[in-house]
């Protein structure tokens, strides 16, 4: 009989849940005797996934939706059996509006998050100065640079389609998904499409244009048709990764203060991880998840270059205030799936979903559901506000922007400090020396929204690869060969 391995994961959001969900289908597929253990500090799984329901509302605190482009969320629904239970955002109003002169307009459609790609959207819309309109359409005449290293979103746009296109609309749609600020934001870690478009075509319109007769684009902004949900919200998800791991040990409320390593270079590793109130486990395989900066203080001694690499991810903090109203108090048609904000506005918020015409389900009939965002890193100090500032603030921008005139049926606050990976130049590079040091400390895997990517699927991936290599760092998949 092999000798059980325990296996400790660190943090129960959707990384340390894939990643238990990872083991235990391959533990299964090899009948191994393992003992797996999963550490959350908070009282509740799910990390920033948080479904709440109240008054016939669906509120998606955190993350409320995850791009099927890229696969491993989708992948690892239809694994739990819960493709039925995914929707697609609404067909209607596939749009996106931005903000320009305190006024609402849309962004002309085929504007895909960087690039114009249909013509006429362009030059009727009144969003770009003609001066700005023809120094985008220059795009496919200016050469492509030859340089290899990194570059900053904000450098990228600037030289392919000049100041206007950043300032008026890519900064706001950019700083809605990684609240980021655009001149340190890495293209390549972040949009690397871009990048590869402007190699392969000289040209991001171009290629952008020649791909999309192969794949019908539709709408603006995001690419909505590719985006889904839950019907009852996203922490179906985390919920459903629950239920599958029954064998696994839950112990929710402890935090872990430290991981070191007891016998270091030794055949079969020996971690040890410290609770914050005294107790300590010992496992052969320990997965850390969570932000990066938080993994570095967990491993100072274990290895230096690897936690300084780590706390160089920078993270932003974010808030979320969500807002209901009764319909027929928002003036505005609400023909769009929200707004963004360019921070040359000077609003308070920095970007809108209008979660009940986006998702069906998320209101009562006759009512609307909004969500505002607050923070990030171009407002590092929004998140200090207390909950009543917060909602002040959210309600003055959306009184103004969708003519609302009266107080909401219902307002609610979440704070999500410290939780946006901040990508900056020079982030892969990071990665690799990440990845390097990591390969010297067997058993230990690291993974979590500050490495390749900080979307849900992206997560999935992050924490289904970090149980892969666990499991090839402990020759698991080779007792799976002795027992067949
Ligand atoms: C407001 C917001 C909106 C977003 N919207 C979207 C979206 O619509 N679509 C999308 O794809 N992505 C979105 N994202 C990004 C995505 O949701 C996150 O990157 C992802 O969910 C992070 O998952 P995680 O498990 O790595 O981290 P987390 O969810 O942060 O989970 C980490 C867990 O580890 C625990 N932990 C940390 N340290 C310790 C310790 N020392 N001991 C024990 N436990 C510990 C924490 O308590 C936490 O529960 C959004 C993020 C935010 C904040």
Not at 183 to 210: H, Q
Not at 232 to 238: W, Y
Not at 304 to 322: D, E, F, N, R
């Amino acid at each position: 009989m092999p000798h059980t391995k325990r296996i400790v994961i660190i943090g129960g959001g959707i990384t340390g849940l894939s990643a238990a969900h990872r083991v235990s289908e391959l533990s299964g597929e090899g009948n191994h005797p393992l003992e797996v253990t999963l550490i959350e500090a908070r009282d509740r799984l799910g990390g920033v996934i948080h479904t709440i329901k109240r008054d016939g509302f669906l509120i998606d605190s955190g993350p409320d939706n995850f791009i099927t482009a890229k696969p491993w969320a989708l992948a690892l629904a239809r694994r739990l059996g819960l493709e039925s239970e995914l929707i697609s955002t609404n067909e209607a109003h596939r749009r996106a509006l931005v903000v320009r002169r305190g006024k609402l307009m849309p962004i002309p459609e085929g504007f895909l998050l960087m690039a114009p790609t249909k013509l006429m959207p362009m030059i009727t819309t009144p969003l770009f100065s003609l001066p700005g309109k023809l120094r985008m359409g220059m795009e496919i005449l200016v050469p492509a640079r030859k340089a290899n290293e990194d570059e900053s979103l904000a450098s990228f746009v600037v030289r392919r389609f000049g100041r206007e296109a950043l300032d008026r609309v890519v900064q706001p749609l950019i700083s809605g998904i990684y609240t980021a600020r655009p001149e340190r934001l890495s293209l390549r870690a972040t949009m690397p499409r871009f990048l590869d478009l402007e190699g392969k075509y000289g040209s991001v319109i171009k290629g952008m244009r020649f791909e999309g007769k192969q794949r019908k684009t539709e709408g603006s902004g995001a690419r909505y048709g590719m985006f889904v949900t839950f019907r009852d919200g996203l922490q179906t998800l985390t919920n459903a990764l629950r239920g599958r791991l029954d064998h696994v040990r839950f112990r929710l409320n402890e935090r872990v203060i430290r991981v070191t390593q007891k016998a270091a270079g030794s055949a079969i590793p020996c971690w040890r991880v410290d609770l914050e109130h005294g107790a300590s486990m010992e496992a052969e395989g320990v997965i850390i998840t969570g932000p990066s900066r938080h993994s570095a203080r967990l491993l100072t001694e274990v290895d230096t270059v690897l936690g300084k690499q780590l706390s160089a991810v920078q993270y932003a903090s974010s808030a979320v205030v969500h807002l209901a109203y009764r319909r027929e108090h928002v003036a505005h048609p609400l023909d769009a799936f929200g707004c963004v904000v360019p921070i040359t506005e000077r609003h308070q918020i920095i970007a809108a979903s209008f979660s009940s015409v986006k998702y069906a389900g998320r209101a009562p009939e006759g009512y609307v559901l909004l969500r505002a965002f607050m923070g990030g890193a171009l407002q590092p100090g929004m998140i200090e506000r207390d909950d009543e500032g917060l909602i002040v603030a959210a309600r003055s921008d959306l009184d103004d922007l969708l003519g609302i005139t009266t107080l909401p049926c219902f307002a609610m606050v979440h704070r999500w400090p410290d939780s946006m990976a901040q990508y900056d130049v020079g982030h892969l590079e990071r990665v690799a020396v990440m990845r390097k040091r990591l390969a010297e400390h067997k058993g230990l895997q690291l993974a979590g929204n500050g490495f390749e990517g900080v979307g849900v699927p992206d997560c999935v991936h992050a924490g289904e690869r970090a149980a892969e290599e666990l499991f090839s760092a402990l020759d698991l998949y080779m007792q799976k060969g002795e027992h067949t």
